[in-house]
């Protein structure tokens, strides 16, 4: 499948990321609680609501590696980047990261940004290549994913990039470490999945 975005890096130059333009959105109170099966099914509430690993999530639904293509790493300071307001317990000075998530075989599954304190960022992505979550099992770090928002809405960039109409699902969390929120994350998930978790509602 054809890229729609240059998977080189950039470190210098801040690009914009491709946050969803809400229809509706949930926040930790709507986390905890869940959704009504005929606006998300239980399948769809289990990888976007849960405190799982969505890498591993999704390796094991595909039954390939879930790999990843870096987009864009930009130093972007104490800027606060319109990002979910939970960025700010993230110290700064800020790096953003952006990747996409896909199989082996190139599908494209997901659509991550993650925000790191930019002197810190090293001490967790020691391989920049692979996933957040291969490069913390690799350092055996204990962590507490902490799901802070749910989100349903269009993004034209992404839906080219997927391939996919939309409207999408997605999420952001914080990563804690020994009590310390390490970085932020914003996940948007392409509805290809509905191959393997079945409709995403039951209307």
């Not at 609501?49 to 639904?61: E, M």
């Not at 802070?148 to 809405?153: D, L, N, R």
């Amino acid at each position: 499948m054809a890229s729609a975005i240059s998977s080189s890096e950039s470190f210098n130059k801040a690009r914009d990321w491709y946050a969803l333009d809400p229809l509706w959105q949930g926040s930790d109170d709507v986390v905890q609680r869940g959704l009504p099966h005929d606006q998300l099914a239980p399948a769809w509430q289990m990888l976007l609501l849960g405190d799982g690993s969505p890498t591993r999530h999704l390796q094991l639904l595909t039954g390939e590696a879930t790999e990843v293509d870096v987009i864009d790493m930009a130093l972007i300071g104490m800027d606060t980047d319109s990002a979910p307001e939970q960025l700010q317990v993230v110290p700064g000075p800020r790096l953003r990261r952006q990747v996409w998530l896909r199989t082996a075989s190139g599908q494209r599954l997901a659509y991550a940004t993650s925000w790191w304190e930019a002197s810190h960022v090293d001490d967790y992505l020691q391989n920049r290549a692979l996933p957040i979550w291969l490069n913390l099992t690799r350092l055996r770090t204990e962590l507490y994913r902490d799901v802070q928002g749910v989100h349903y809405g269009k993004n034209a960039t992404l839906e080219s990039a997927f391939d996919q109409p939309g409207p999408f699902w997605g999420r952001h969390y914080l990563f804690w470490h020994h009590g310390r929120p390490i970085t932020l994350i914003y996940e948007v998930f392409s509805p290809v999945l509905e191959l393997y978790l079945g409709s995403v509602n039951r209307v």
